[in-house]
């Protein structure tokens, strides 16, 4: 139990363009979604957490029109990486909490999305 | 001082030796405690989540937990080349959200 999809897996655009990861909680409800960013041989960082039919809480120094998050369902978070230059190029990893039982105090992650802007 | 430090290693042991990875902690309010492995290129995994003092076992895997001293710690036995990885410990306080995530320390079980 408590498995966590991603998609794409990887995905290669076009500096300027604008690309949306979808993260879905497969067999839980997930009243919390986190987005985290993992550079080359660095630590996880957070970006935002986000509740279920809230807005995002971000970070310091995370632009929020920059990285556009949505949790409209119990399943699904979404972030969309607008105007994408190379320097978002990182891998992006969602994580989400359940409601009640095991999800609720464990963290489980999703298997993040490779992101390239050439 | 960082909220939740680990060693970076690299920390190399030979296979069937037991790995120590260490993680400390500032903040006092701390409730709930987790190690998570990643392999490189991968999403960490969640191993281990430990809430109260003492020792909590999983197969080869231990966690120990010491509230007073600040310190939580993942024992690895019958260590594996396939334990080759990185270890994250993460610390979160009670009713927050989110979780801090030490550095991670990189594990290498030489065959």
């Known amino acids: 139990g408590a498995v966590v999809s991603q998609h794409p897996s990887w995905v290669i655009c076009k500096s300027g363009t604008s690309v949306k990861i979808e993260c879905r909680s497969l067999?839980?409800?997930?009243?919390?979604m986190f987005w985290y960013r993992q550079f080359p041989k660095q630590s996880l960082m957070l970006m935002a957490t986000s509740n279920e039919g809230s807005k995002a809480t971000y970070e310091q120094g995370v632009e929020k029109d920059k990285f556009l998050i949505n949790h409209a369902s119990l399943t699904l978070s979404t972030l969309t990486v607008t105007s994408a230059h190379p320097e978002d190029s990182s891998f992006y990893i969602c994580?989400?909490?359940?409601?009640?039982?095991?999800?609720?105090?464990?963290?489980?992650f999703g298997p993040g999305t490779r992101l390239t802007v050439t | 001082q960082k909220e939740v430090e680990q060693n970076s290693g690299p920390l190399s042991v030979p296979e069937g030796a037991i790995a120590s990875l260490n993680c400390t902690y500032s903040d006092r309010g701390s409730q709930s405690f987790f190690w998570y492995r990643q392999y490189s290129g991968k999403s960490p995994e969640l191993i281990m989540s430990i809430y109260s003092n003492g020792d909590k076992e999983d197969g080869r895997f231990t966690a120990q937990l010491n509230k007073a001293s600040q310190y939580v710690s993942l024992l690895i036995r019958d260590s594996q080349p396939s334990d080759s990885a990185t270890y994250l410990c993460?610390?979160?306080?009670?009713?927050?959200?989110?979780?801090?995530f030490g550095a991670g320390t990189r594990l290498t079980v030489k065959p």
């Open positions: 994580s989400a909490r359940g409601l009640a039982g095991l999800p609720s105090r464990e963290q489980y």
């Open positions: 067999d839980f409800q997930a009243t919390t």
């Open positions: 993460a610390v979160r306080r009670a009713g927050d959200n989110d979780m801090r």
